[in-house]
Every structure is written in C-alpha cells, then in structure tokens.
C-alpha cells in the first residue's frame, strides 16, 4: 500500500498510483479529504496544464500548497485528472509490486542482462 504521510497522519492511501516526473499521484478516491482545503494558488506546467492546490491541515498545523492536482490535464497528461500529487515534507511510503518489478526490469536492462 502506499501512503502519502504529514505530521505522522495519512492523507491518501492506495494499492498503486499513477507516476509522473517521479512524483505519486493519489487517486481521488484514496484521499483523507478531511485534511485537505482548498488553495487559491494555481501554477502553469507546460504540457500537463493549470494545476490546483490545497493546503494540508493537520492537528491545526497547515502545510501551504502542499499537494495539487489538474482538473483538466492535456490530453497528454489525461491518466492524472484530478489524481493528487504532495510535496513540502508530505513523504510517500510504501511502493506498489508494479513499481518494485519495474525497478527490477530498469536495473536489469542497465546492467545489461
């Protein structure tokens, strides 16, 4: 299972998320919405579009803009619609089999084998 952690608190947790630019992005039916709050801050990234922001509040501690999402990628980045990616001190434990096998295949083909 992977979950992304703050404050010793779970925000989402799943059995796989969806990777980009090496970052999780948390289906939207894995998330702890109770610690998530609306930002208005919003950024521009060139090929996945406008990307949203909520601040995460935890034990009344709040962490700015620590996770976004696109509620209308590109079509390039279609597989990530409203998924929720987190930074600024959140860490994401845990790794699915699909990752653990696609790190295998990665080092096998780099050592050649």
């Given amino acids: 299972m992977i979950r ?8 989402a947790e799943a059995p796989r998320t969806v990777r980009v630019e090496g970052n999780h992005y948390f289906p939207p039916e894995s998330l702890h919405r109770e610690h998530l709050i609306e930002s ?3 950024s521009i990234c060139p090929w996945k579009g406008l990307a949203h922001y909520y601040n995460v509040i935890v034990d009344g501690d709040v962490n ?6 696109y509620r209308r990628p590109s079509p ?7 998924h929720v990616a987190f930074w600024n001190g ?9 990752d653990r096998q696609g790190l295998a295949r ?7 084998k």
Avoid: C, F, M
């Fill in 90 to 98: 959140v860490t994401v434990e845990g790794e699915s089999e699909g």
């Fill in 64 to 69: 700015p803009d620590a996770a976004w999402y």
């Fill in 106 to 112: 990665r080092v096998a083909a780099w050592l050649g």
């Fill in 76 to 82: 390039l980045a279609r597989r990530i619609k409203n």
């Fill in 40 to 42: 208005p801050t919003t």
């Fill in 4 to 11: 992304a952690v703050w404050n010793g608190t779970v925000l």
